[in-house]
């Protein structure tokens, strides 16, 4: 296992993606951003970041919490989101944003699951993620009582200078340098 402090993922310049306009518009995200899709295409060469809470049902616990703060590049966001024909574009921060704020955001997991979700980067650049993570039970959060953090929050950094910009500063949406995205989106 790797310590999470001396970990960086590195995010590929072929995942500089054209988002389609029904994404963007559900979203607010820009038209083009490094994705890495919820679906897992090219996994041979592009990150599947996800979570999972399989493991919390040995402790006792039902349902997981992830509180995700941030640094990155000057202007540099972070979006997370599902996407599906049956559902459509959905938020899976708590309070129901489309890109993570920097000084924090929290996501629940209600049930033991594996899951990924897509998540975008607007800028070329080194984003450096928080992640602290809690538990409970349902009986718990519907009685009001606060979740049990881990005596070890996990700190990660994550994606990365991908290699589409000389400047980490540089904004991505140079015309002709993105590629459509293959299923992000609920369709036309």
Not at 22 to 42: E, F, I, K
Not at 101 to 124: C, M, S
Not at 157 to 172: C, F, G, I, V
């Amino acid at each position: 296992m790797r310590e999470p402090e001396q970990t960086l993922l590195a995010v590929n310049k072929s995942t500089l993606t054209q988002i389609p306009g029904s994404v963007s518009q559900a979203t607010g995200a820009p038209a083009t951003a490094y994705l890495l899709g919820q679906s897992g295409d090219n996994q041979a060469t592009v990150l599947w970041p996800g979570w999972d809470t399989l493991g919390v049902t040995a402790g006792g616990y039902d349902a997981a919490r992830f509180h995700i703060t941030y640094t990155g590049p000057e202007n540099g966001r972070i979006y997370a989101f599902t996407s599906s024909f049956t559902e459509g574009t959905k938020a899976v921060t708590n309070d129901g944003s489309f890109d993570l704020a920097p000084e924090g955001d929290d996501i629940d997991q209600p049930y033991a699951a594996h899951k990924h979700v897509n998540w975008l980067f607007t800028r070329a650049g080194r984003y450096t993620l928080t992640v602290q993570a809690s538990a409970w039970t349902p009986w718990q959060h519907r009685r009001g009582l606060r979740p049990v953090r881990g005596p070890h929050p996990t700190r990660s950094t994550s994606p990365t200078r991908p290699r589409a910009s000389p400047s980490p500063d540089r904004p991505l949406d140079r015309p002709g340098s993105a590629r459509p995205a293959p299923g992000v989106g609920p369709g036309p």
